[in-house]
């Protein structure tokens, strides 16, 4: 099967987890990159005004693969706006796809994205895996958003995440 791993990564988790993952499975590995820098502002203006940034590579590769795996983070509740050139791309365009994540997670678990994957690619993922910071950090005192933005997944947390994504991707591979 030719599996694409596409991440966007803010501060470097998602990337990180993605580019083990791609490496355990030998599949191709892009990292999205944007013409313009992203700040917390810009990020604000997508969600606002629904934006669909310009990204690099071009949604158009996907249509070389039979199973693409996305994996980007979760901001304020929806799924990181540089994937949704992607996911635009993939309704007119159906393909499988999966959908990885790790996010935050100090406000508890974030229900909407399944939905928001639903309405854009016109399918559900062949895999959703929601990952939480937060389960990496003492849950006494509950952890905050301030800590779960701060942490960095270490090398031993990105062993132990790609092993359960791997796993988990078996029965769809
Ligand atoms: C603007 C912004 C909004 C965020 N909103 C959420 C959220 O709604 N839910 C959540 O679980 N985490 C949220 N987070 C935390 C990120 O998902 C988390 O820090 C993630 O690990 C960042 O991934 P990255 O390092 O790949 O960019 C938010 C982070 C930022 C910067």
């Not at 690619?121 to 005192?141: C, E, H, K, R």
Request: glycine fraction near 6%.
């Amino acid at each position: 099967m030719n599996i694409a791993v596409i991440s966007y990564s803010f501060s470097g988790n998602n990337d990180t987890l993605a580019g083990s993952v791609a490496k355990e499975l030998s599949s191709e590995y892009f990292q999205i990159s944007e013409s313009k820098p992203r700040t917390l502002s810009t990020i604000t203006m997508d969600m606002i005004f629904s934006r669909i940034p310009l990204v690099q590579p071009s949604p158009n590769l996907l249509v070389k693969y039979d199973l693409i795996l996305f994996f980007g983070p979760i901001w304020m509740g929806q799924v990181t706006t540089p994937l949704r050139p992607y996911l635009k791309h993939l309704k007119t365009n159906p393909n499988k796809y999966g959908f990885i994540s790790i996010s935050g997670g100090a406000d508890g678990p974030n229900t909407k994205v399944s939905g928001e994957l639903r309405k854009r690619t016109g399918a559900d993922p062949v895999v959703f895996i929601d990952l939480y910071i937060a389960d990496f950090i003492s849950t006494n005192p509950k952890p905050t958003r301030k800590a779960t933005s701060a942490y960095k997944l270490d090398p031993g947390d990105i062993k132990q995440l790609t092993s359960t994504i791997v796993k988990k991707l078996m029965d769809v591979t």
